[in-house]
């Protein structure tokens, strides 16, 4: 009787491999029993990244996709579709509390370390050889970024899975072109990882003019994520990433400096270990356990030379590499959440100096034996480091879940809770309604600014819609200046959380009342009316301003004054130089311009990708009106009011049916309003 081969066959070679798995389990369950320890009951992960995922996810099986609340407008805040949607599938089969369902989450990201596992060694097994193959995979393991971004919640984990299984299945083209579509939906950039999978494609298999009208579609389907992001937020890009760029915080000089800046602090971290491990690099900064051992680098171009046959393919991974790191330092988050942009490129790095490392001998000097040895323990040692990390900042999920069962039962079911993210806040609680003052979450604050760190805007939005709203929730890392700002109208302090070990959340009770009046100057017939700092009313006018002393941007919050014996709220910006914008009227009419001015402004200064705190009082207002090339009127106020009036008239000959208005001088700009005379 013939006997059937065992369903797993474990040779010399693949019994690594299945070792390696066994130790990412080892590793997980590890992970997972300690967080369960520290952070009570259920897990806790550490970025509010990770909680829009699972609340998105969650709401797609709730019914109600891309709402942050329920009954919102739909939100692009978690910066791709497939993720969220895949993660449902958990809520779907039974993980219904949010503690289950965090662990769900974990469950799944293991599931797809260990196939991403599979196959960098599968992929680097017939680029190199199998030892390579191996080796790169263990260090793939234990580089403290990859296996800490994979518990994140993040996007990054299907990206990864993903782009390494369509390497691995190259020669299978059916399967190949499966997983490079879904690789391109997995994430924003997934266009950058199809075009490399596409190139390596070519250059391995050779090239096929049959193949041409399926390396189209693929790009054709790709694409949908754009046009869906569109539909949904208004934008080609997910509203998560809008804001990310250096070019809406600074002018181009500065730009440039501070992304080369950045680009060089990366290279110097990541292959040189130029940094100690505490220290930080981007904009915002972010932990450095993600650097590769030193003198790695060096292998990694003696590779490189010896497999200079492939010379297509390692160019284009090189190519990739260099786009990641470039990409990701022109980014104010660059360098945030363990390098999660550019880890990618992390295999293809290992890889390839592991085969210097295998194939470079000296004599007398057998390399491999000294180098891998070295290169393996100083990664175990930063592993440490971030797995301790890791579990150390999970513990912020302590603080939402304190918060929550606070909120839960001293708050009203119609409470309405204003936050700077809150999607772990969201997460954890129930009937509340939590507005997020962050543009990458909250839809109607994207509309009105877009980004982040543009205060005037941010204020007004709170203007628009704070009625009604009567908590502010804020974390002690919150410290952006809205939120400092938001907080001088509390009124009482309700709950604070009380971990000594952690950055600690306050709820205040404020009353933002007075800043909801509505003012019209009482005169004529109104036309239309611009708020100046009000985003939408902005962009309704194709409102601009220039600066020249401040080059790039100056805003305010709103300011209390009064007008007319009315107490009145405004935000605006500090002009020297000039504003313009443009309305409709009807033609050959006299038409009133009343500008709201001011000599005081409270407000920052935001130049080269810094924030300067400023407290200016005018000594004098210098306006000059401009309608259509023609000058209107020059004028000069001294000893101005903090809000103070001034009308100009354009004559019916200069009205052709459409004002083009510019204003310059040195002044404070709060409100046009146009009317009929």
């Keep these: 009787m013939e006997k059937k081969s065992p369903w797993l066959k474990i040779t010399e070679e693949n019994k690594w491999i299945l070792l390696i798995l066994l130790l990412a389990v080892f590793f997980w369950i590890i992970l997972v029993q300690t967080l369960s320890i520290r952070c009570g009951s259920g897990l806790g992960i550490p970025s509010e990244d990770g909680y829009t995922n699972l609340l998105f996810a969650k709401r797609w099986a709730q019914g109600h996709p891309y709402q942050f609340n329920i009954g919102d407008k739909p939100s692009t805040a978690a910066p791709d579709h497939l993720y969220p949607l895949i993660l449902s599938i958990g809520w779907l089969i039974g993980f219904r509390t949010n503690e289950l369902f965090v662990f769900w989450a974990y469950i799944l990201n293991l599931l797809l370390l260990l196939g991403s596992l599979y196959f960098i060694y599968k992929f680097f097994s017939e680029y190199l050889d199998k030892t390579a193959g191996i080796i790169t995979a263990f260090f793939t393991l234990i580089s403290p970024a990859i296996f800490n971004n994979f518990f994140m919640v993040n996007d990054f984990s299907l990206y990864f899975f993903l782009f390494f299984g369509a390497l691995a299945y190259i020669k299978k083209f059916p399967l190949f072109v499966i997983l490079t579509i879904l690789t391109g939906l997995s994430r924003p950039d997934g266009l950058l990882g199809v075009s490399v999978l596409i190139a390596v494609q070519i250059f391995r298999t050779g090239f096929y003019k049959k193949k041409i009208p399926v390396y189209f579609l693929i790009y054709v389907l790709v694409s949908f994520q754009y046009l869906l992001n569109f539909i949904i937020s208004g934008t080609f890009l997910p509203q998560g990433v809008v804001p990310q760029g250096l070019w809406h915080y600074s002018d181009i000089p500065g730009m440039i400096i501070s992304g080369f800046s950045t680009l060089i602090n990366q290279i110097k971290s990541t292959f040189f270990s130029y940094y100690s491990i505490a220290q930080h690099i981007g904009f915002l900064g972010g932990p450095l356990y993600s650097g590769l051992p030193p003198l790695f680098f060096i292998f990694f171009l003696i590779g490189l030379y010896i497999l200079k046959n492939k010379w297509k393919e390692n160019l284009t ?269 009807p033609r050959n009419r006299s038409i009133e311009i009343v500008m709201l001015t001011g000599d005081k402004f409270c407000g920052y200064a935001h130049f080269r990708c810094k924030r300067t705190k400023m407290d200016i009082t005018l000594p004098e207002i210098n306006v000059k009106l401009i309608v259509n090339n023609t000058i209107i009127s020059v004028k000069n106020i001294k000893q101005a009011k903090n809000f103070q009036h001034i009308t100009f008239t354009i004559p019916p000959d200069l009205n052709s049916g459409k004002l083009k208005v510019k204003i310059t001088g040195n002044y404070i700009s709060f409100h046009y309003w146009v009317y009929l005379k």
Aim: with cysteine.
């Design 317 to 585: 991974f090189i190519g990739y590499i260099a786009l990641l790191f470039l990409g990701d330092s022109f980014t104010m988050f660059s360098g945030v959440h363990l390098n999660r942009h550019i880890i990618p490129a992390y295999p293809l790095i290992i890889g390839i100096g592991i085969y210097g490392v295998l194939n470079l001998e000296i004599k007398d000097w057998n390399l491999k034996k000294i180098f891998l040895p070295f290169f393996a323990g100083f990664l175990f040692l930063e592993f440490g480091i971030g797995f301790g990390k890791y579990i150390l900042v999970s513990e912020t999920a302590l603080i939402f879940k304190d918060s929550a069962v606070w909120i839960e039962r001293h708050l009203p079911d119609k409470a309405r809770i204003f936050t700077l993210s809150g999607a772990g806040l969201r997460y954890w609680t129930k009937e509340r309604y939590i507005l997020s003052l962050s543009p990458a979450v909250n839809p109607i604050s994207f509309k009105q600014s877009r980004l982040y760190q543009r205060n005037v805007e941010m204020a007004e939005f709170i203007k628009s819609i704070g009625k009604g709203v009567d908590y502010f929730y804020a974390k002690q890392d919150e410290n952006q200046p809205v939120c400092k700002w938001l907080k001088q109208f509390s009124r009482e302090v309700l709950y604070k959380t009380h971990f000594v070990s952690l950055e600690n959340a306050t709820l205040f009770k404020i009353d933002l009342t007075g800043m909801s009046k509505k003012y019209i100057p009482e005169t004529r017939s109104l036309v239309a009316e611009l708020n100046v700092g009000d985003g939408i009313s902005e962009r309704q006018f194709h409102y601009k301003t220039f600066s020249v002393q401040h080059r790039y941007r100056v805003d305010g919050f709103l300011q209390k004054g009064e007008i007319d014996g009315q107490e009145y709220w405004d935000g605006g910006r500090l002009i020297d130089g000039y504003e313009e914008f443009s309305v409709d009227v």
